[in-house]
């Protein structure tokens, strides 16, 4: 199993909304960095994904996901009505390409960017050297620190 971790804008389309999802499912479209897409490219049904919320106030990891189906063709890319169109993929030649996740957990509070950034766990993590990327790979150790950051204390109110 891998893990990964995939960005999402909480006005667009945020954990709230897929887990409004029928069968809190989604393909996740829209990617259009060829990194990223790679990525996606190499994921493996059961491996896990953190849902984090990019540009919002505070940005975070808001959950966590499982890919249910392996890279496929993305739709969006072929309909010109669409904002992730792109006029050079074609059905015989798509560019883009999407992994279909479902939602596991809603974490019990969001785990902010600066909190993430104070935890010595994490030093090196793809989220702080190379920030922008939208779907980016998660280290076992990491996965593991943060997946135990986001279960809440026992005994102690958690802060949030």
Not at 14 to 25: E, F, Q, T
Not at 56 to 84: K, M, N, W
Not at 114 to 143: H, I, N, W
Request: net charge positive.
């Amino acid at each position: 199993m891998a893990f990964w971790l995939m960005k999402s804008e909480p006005g667009a389309f945020s954990i709230d909304d897929l887990a409004a999802r029928p069968g809190r499912r989604t393909g996740w479209d829209g990617v259009r960095n060829y990194q990223a897409r790679n990525f996606m490219r190499a994921m493996r049904v059961g491996d896990r994904a953190f849902f984090y919320h990019s540009n919002a106030e505070p940005s975070g990891i808001a959950g966590l996901v499982e890919i249910v189906r392996r890279a496929y063709p993305d739709p969006t890319q072929f309909d010109s009505r669409d904002s992730h169109y792109d006029e050079r993929a074609t059905p015989e030649r798509p560019v883009w390409e999407q992994v279909d996740v479902r939602l596991l957990q809603k974490f019990p509070r969001l785990l902010p960017l600066a909190e993430l950034r104070g935890m010595p766990e994490l030093k090196g993590m793809a989220l702080f050297t190379r920030g922008r990327l939208s779907v980016q790979p998660v280290a076992p150790p990491q996965y593991s620190a943060i997946l135990k950051k986001s279960r809440p204390s026992c005994g102690r109110p958690q802060a949030g």
